[in-house]
Nanobody, 128 residues
Framework: QVQLVQSGGGLVQAGDSLRLSCVAS????????MGWFRQAPGKEREFVAV????????GYADSVKDRFAISRDNAKNTVYLQMNSLKPEDTAVYFC?????????????????????WGQGTQVTVSS
């Protein structure tokens, strides 16, 4: 089992920045591929960013590329999502997730259904 505890988020204005954190416990963090997803009201959960277990590969949704940055600190069992130049359309509940089954140094998946463990979610609201 893997437990994921998120922090960060809140209410900001368009153009502002936020950093989300997600601390993992229960399994060797360096064995996990970590992803960030978000879900806006009335919409399905969608992929935002992913980082493989050794940071060998990183991927972003087109909507956040060049604005968001995912990183991890395996010594602290933590994955981060730095969000810059936030837009109102970034408003959503953000979730971190861990993929153990597909985890590799370079391969990753963007599919929600492939991630076995999920954080509690944190609200990010961007006002115009």
């Amino acid at each position: 089992q893997v437990q994921l505890v998120q922090s960060g988020g809140g209410l900001v204005q368009a153009g502002d920045s936020l950093r989300l954190s997600c601390v993992a416990s229960g399994r060797t963090f360096s064995s996990l591929t970590m992803g960030w997803f978000r879900q806006a009201p009335g919409k399905e959960r969608e992929f935002v960013a992913v980082i493989t277990r050794n940071a060998g590969s990183i991927g972003y949704a087109d909507s956040v590329k060049d604005r968001f940055a995912i990183s991890r600190d395996n010594a602290k069992n933590t994955v981060y999502l730095q969000m810059n130049s936030l837009k109102p359309e970034d408003t959503a509940v953000y979730f971190c997730a861990a993929d153990l089954t597909n985890s590799g140094n370079y391969h990753y998946t963007r599919e929600v259904s492939e991630y076995e463990y999920w954080g509690q979610g944190t609200q990010v609201t961007v006002s115009s």
